[in-house]
């Protein structure tokens, strides 16, 4: 497995479950921090920056090899992608209404939260559609690819040496999941911080479901593409519910 780390890594890494954890920890701590700080100051550029870093993390690791061993190749089919998207926005409407369901659109709702109270509620017509595309189009490109090449590809891949595929799956599944506390569990209040328990363990497991589904989705392909389609139409549905069912 070491042909699949560049020379500058082989020094200090084996392509295994150590590399793993340090990728974890190196991306998932500081993104941590800089999703919080943007509840508050209420500017996403640096949440924005850390999902391009994230695009380069194959390429700055990994041999040319160790890419089409993480699935950066063509797609087997190329219908698959379009039924992965369509996979990704119908998980997200199950977990939209679930949400819903539970809390409507209370604080306790991660759409409600997420979508900043739904600040363009007071908008209509062609205004809205405009915002929301500008939401839309940077989530549907930055963090699909950043998330997917670093979970779903370089992450999952050093895993896969001890654990295979589908056990390695869940290592790179709880990942995502947790680091997607910052998003919504811990959050930020009328100038106060606080823990949602039960909304933060429901949205984790939504977010390891996910994690899932997009890793289906990569198998499906037989790329890592087919992973960024589904996480690309997770967060199109995600900001339709957020600009137009709430």
């Not at 508050?40 to 920056?49: P, T």
């Not at 699909?144 to 589908?166: A, D, K, N, Q």
């Amino acid at each position: 497995m070491e042909s699949c780390l560049r020379k500058l890594w082989i020094q200090c890494f084996r392509y295994n479950w150590k590399l793993g954890v340090f990728l974890i920890l190196l991306f998932g701590i500081p993104r941590f921090i800089i999703v919080l700080e943007s509840y508050v100051s209420r500017s996403y550029g640096l949440v924005m920056i850390v999902f391009l870093c994230m695009w380069f993390a194959p390429f700055i690791f990994l041999t040319k090899h160790g890419w089409k061993g993480i699935g950066i190749k063509r797609p087997s089919q190329w219908w698959k992608p379009i039924v992965s998207f369509i996979f990704g926005g119908l998980s997200c409407f199950l977990i939209f209404g679930l949400l819903y369901f539970l809390y409507d659109t209370s604080i306790e709702n991660a759409f409600v939260y997420i979508g900043g109270n739904n600040p363009t509620s007071g908008i209509t017509g062609e205004d809205k559609l405009i915002y929301f595309w500008i939401a839309a189009i940077p989530s549907m490109i930055f963090s699909p690819i950043g998330e997917e090449f670093l979970y779903r590809g370089v992450i999952h891949g050093s895993f896969v040496s001890e654990f295979r595929e589908t056990k390695a799956s869940v290592f790179d599944s709880l990942a995502f999941a947790l680091t997607h506390i910052a998003h919504f569990g811990i959050v930020y209040t009328f100038g106060v911080w606080q823990f949602l328990p039960i909304p933060a363990v429901l949205w984790v497991v939504s977010m390891f479901f996910v994690s899932q589904v997009f890793f289906k989705c990569k198998l499906f392909c037989h790329s890592i593409w087919g992973a960024v389609a589904a996480h690309s139409g997770f967060n199109f549905v995600m900001m339709y519910c957020i600009f137009y069912l709430l």
